[in-house]
C-alpha cells in the first residue's frame, strides 16, 4: 500500500492521498465518513508514532512520551528541543497542580534548562508558572487538565514535521496552491470565476484590445472648464471618492476643485512652492506634493487648505514625481530624476533605490506591493515596495525617448501592466512576462497616458496627442 502509486502520471502515493483525505473529512466535520474511510482502508489519519505519543500524553505517562521522542528518527536538535519544551511545560504544570513543586523546579532547572531554547523562553516559563501557583494551580480539576493535555497534542502537531504529523488542511492547501498555479499560467487573466470542475483559463476574447469608444475634443459633453492656472496644466490628480480634482501647472501652483461645482477650493503654493508632482491619500482628505525647487521638497496638505507636514531642507534634492500606496502607509518619491525614495509613514524607515537612467513616471499597485516607474531607456521596471528585491522586474518592447509616459497597474489584482509609446500603441504586460501580450493600435500620434479601471477590469483608457481618448475593452464587450 506504501509504495502503490495513483494519478494519471503515477505521482502520488495512495497512502498519503488517503491520509490526507481523512484529514480533510475531519477538518471539514465530517467525523463519521472519516472514522468508516480509516476502517475500510486501514489507513489513519495520524501515524503510528504520533498515536503512541497522544496515548503517553493523554495518560500521563511522561517519562514514555520524553522516551519515544527521543527515540524518533530525522528530527533536527531544534525540532526535538521544541517538542520536548512543549510536553515538559505540560508536565511542570501538572506536578504543581499535584502540589510537587520540589520535583517541578528540579525538572525546570535540569531538564528544561539542558533543552538549550534561550534564556528568554525559560524565563518566561518560570515566571508564568509561578504566576499560576500564586493564583492557585493544584485547584486546578481533572477535565481542566485533560482539556491541557489535549491543546497541548495540537502544539505538538504545529512542531513535529511530517510524515509523524500531517501540516494543517493539507488537501485545501494542496488545491489552492494548484488553483494558483493555473492562474498564474493564465495570460489573460480577468475573472475570478473559478471552479474546481475544470482547469482554468481565461480566453483572450475577454481581454480589453479593441476600441469601444473615442473620446474627441468638441465631441464629449463639457460639465466644467477650469480655468485660474496661468502655465500649462501638467498633472491631475482625481480624489479617491471622485469628489475632486487637484491640477498642477507647469512650474506653478497647485489646484482643489470641487468636481461638481467647478470651482477652485484651495490655492497650494503661493508662497513660491514650484509644484511638480501630487498624490492624493486612501481617506481623500490628504493630498502630498513635490517641488522642483530643491528647498522646497515635499509638502502634506489637507483639503481644507491648512499644512500638516513638510520634507524640506539644503540638501534636499528636486522632486520630479511622488505616490502615495492605497494604504496611505508609504509615500514613494523620485529624487533627481534617477532615485526612488520609499518612506515608511509609520516608522520613518526610509529606502533608497538608484536607477542608471532617468526617471519620468511612478505607478503603484492597487494591492500596495509593487510600484513601476518609466525609465527613457525604453524600459518599465517594478519594484516591491517592501524591498525585499535586489533587483526590478523589467518590461520592454515600447518607444520611449523624448516624451513623458505614463504607465499603470491594471486588471485583477493589478496583475497587469499597460503603457503607452511614441510609437502611437498602448503596449500591455502580464507582470510575470517581460514582453508585451498586447499591441494595441488606433491612436495617430503619441500615447502618453494609460489609466485601467478599478472597478471593471476589462476595461482600459488610453490618452494621446492626437487629442483623442481612446476606451478599449474585450471584443464582446
Known amino acids: 500500500m506504501e509504495n502503490l502509486m495513483i494519478g494519471p502520471k503515477g505521482l502520488i502515493k495512495k497512502q498519503e492521498f488517503v491520509r490526507i483525505i481523512i484529514q480533510s473529512m475531519h477538518a471539514l466535520g465530517y467525523r463519521k465518513s472519516a472514522v468508516c474511510l480509516e476502517a475500510e482502508s486501514g489507513i489513519s489519519c495520524k501515524s503510528v508514532d504520533f498515536e503512541s505519543l497522544e496515548s503517553h500524553i493523554l495518560n500521563a505517562n511522561w517519562d514514555d512520551c520524553i522516551g519515544a521522542l527521543n527515540k524518533l528518527k530525522g528530527l533536527s536538535d531544534e525540532t526535538r528541543a521544541s517538542a520536548l519544551f512543549v510536553v515538559l511545560k505540560q508536565f511542570l504544570l501538572e506536578c504543581l497542580s499535584r502540589g510537587e513543586d520540589a520535583l517541578a523546579l528540579e525538572v525546570l532547572r535540569k531538564q528544561v534548562a539542558g533543552l538549550r531554547m534561550g534564556k528568554e523562553k525559560v524565563h518566561n516559563l518560570a515566571v508564568g508558572l509561578l504566576f499560576l501557583k500564586e493564583l492557585g494551580s493544584n485547584k486546578i480539576d481533572n477535565g481542566i487538565i485533560q482539556e491541557f493535555r489535549k491543546r497541548m497534542i495540537i502544539d505538538l502537531e504545529n512542531v513535529l514535521p511530517p510524515p509523524i504529523t500531517l501540516p494543517e488542511r493539507r488537501l485545501e492547501h494542496l488545491v489552492e496552491m494548484a488553483v494558483s498555479a493555473q492562474v498564474d499560467n493564465c495570460t489573460y487573466h480577468t475573472s475570478d470565476a473559478i471552479t474546481l470542475y475544470e482547469d482554468h483559463h481565461c480566453g483572450r476574447d475577454h481581454f480589453p484590445r479593441e476600441t469601444v469608444q473615442v473620446l474627441e475634443t468638441g465631441k464629449v459633453t463639457q460639465k466644467h472648464t477650469l480655468k485660474s492656472h496661468q502655465n500649462p496644466v501638467s498633472f491631475v490628480a482625481w480624489s479617491p471618492d471622485d469628489t475632486m480634482l487637484l491640477t498642477c501647472g507647469n512650474m506653478e501652483v497647485l489646484k482643489l476643485w470641487d468636481v461638481e461645482t467647478g470651482i477652485c477650493k484651495h490655492t497650494y503654493g ?83 533605490i538608484s536607477e542608471q537612467h532617468s526617471i519620468t513616471s511612478l505607478s503603484v499597485s492597487g494591492d500596495n506591493k509593487f510600484f513601476i516607474v518609466n525609465l527613457n531607456s525604453q524600459e518599465i521596471h517594478m519594484w516591491d515596495v517592501a524591498g525585499k528585491w535586489v533587483k526590478p522586474w523589467k518590461y520592454e518592447g515600447h518607444m520611449q525617448q523624448k516624451y513623458v509616459i505614463r504607465s499603470c497597474f491594471g486588471g485583477l489584482n493589478s496583475r497587469f501592466i499597460a503603457s503607452g509609446s511614441e510609437d502611437s500603441q498602448v503596449y500591455v504586460w502580464n507582470q510575470l512576462s517581460s514582453y508585451p501580450i498586447e499591441i494595441l493600435s488606433g491612436h495617430l500620434m503619441t500615447v502618453n497616458c494609460v489609466s485601467w479601471n478599478p472597478r471593471r477590469p476589462q476595461m482600459l483608457a488610453s490618452a494621446s496627442d492626437d487629442q483623442t481618448i481612446r476606451i478599449w475593452g474585450p471584443n464582446c464587450f
Request: hydrophobic share 35%; glycine share 8%; with cysteine.
Open 270 to 352: 503661493n508662497d513660491g512652492f514650484i509644484v511638480t508632482s501630487c498624490a492624493w491619500f486612501p481617506d481623500s482628505k490628504r493630498l502630498v506634493c513635490g517641488s522642483s525647487d530643491p528647498e522646497k521638497g515635499i509638502y502634506m496638505w489637507d483639503s481644507e487648505g491648512n499644512d500638516i507636514k513638510a520634507w524640506k531642507g539644503v540638501r534636499m534634492p528636486k522632486v520630479s514625481d511622488i505616490a502615495v500606496t492605497p494604504d496611505g502607509q508609504h509615500l514613494i518619491s523620485i529624487f533627481s530624476d534617477k532615485e526612488i525614495h520609499i518612506l515608511n509613514l509609520q516608522t520613518n524607515a526610509e529606502r533608497v
